[in-house]
């Protein structure tokens, strides 16, 4: 039962986030996205591996599936990111950044076409061994034609970082 009320509870807030995005972003011009967007490489094509997904009305609606974990590993500088993807139903792209609770960014994606996923990256800092709380995935949105920016979303999860 609880994990249904904190499934409602992560769908409301990504659609809460979703409206504000769109409603925030709606003046802006797509300049600053499309040069964020190229000074980024892109990432080669693998498989998205199953996880829990924020599910969303069919993307025809404008809406964008985001994913969800609550973990993940890092092996000295290796982040083993494999569930961090663009599921492949979405009609954007993504550009996903992990940032510690302190503030400090600690990956940045290339650009993820739907049905792409990031794999195992090295990270841009080292860490101290331990669980880190409070980290966030944030994925950033651009429309596949213009690279307009669109919504995006945020993921909290536990960074545990192995020696």
């Known amino acids: 039962m609880s994990v249904i009320i904190l499934a409602v509870c992560v769908v409301v807030i990504a659609l809460a986030a979703v409206l504000a995005g769109y409603y925030i972003g709606a003046g802006r011009t797509a300049e600053p996205a499309r040069a964020a967007a190229l ?10 591996p199953p996880v829990m997904e924020i599910i ?24 083993d990111a494999e569930h961090i993807h ?3 139903r979405n009609v954007c792209y993504f550009v996903v950044s992990i940032t ?4 400090l960014e600690v990956y940045r994606s290339g650009v993820l076409a739907p049905g ?24 950033s949105a651009f429309s596949l034609d213009s690279l307009s920016p669109l919504n995006g979303a945020d993921i909290d999860f536990i960074l545990e970082v192995l020696p």
């Open 86 to 88: 663009n599921p492949e």
């Open 56 to 79: 969303e009305p069919p993307a025809q609606s404008g809406s964008i599936a985001v994913p969800g974990f609550d973990r993940l590993i890092v092996r000295g500088r290796m982040l």
């Open 100 to 103: 510690l609770a302190d503030g």
């Open 116 to 139: 792409q996923s990031v794999g195992v990256v090295e990270l841009s800092s080292e860490l101290a061994p331990g669980a880190y709380e409070g980290v966030t995935a944030r994925y």
């Open 39 to 48: 000074m980024i490489e892109d990432t080669a094509p693998r498989s998205a």
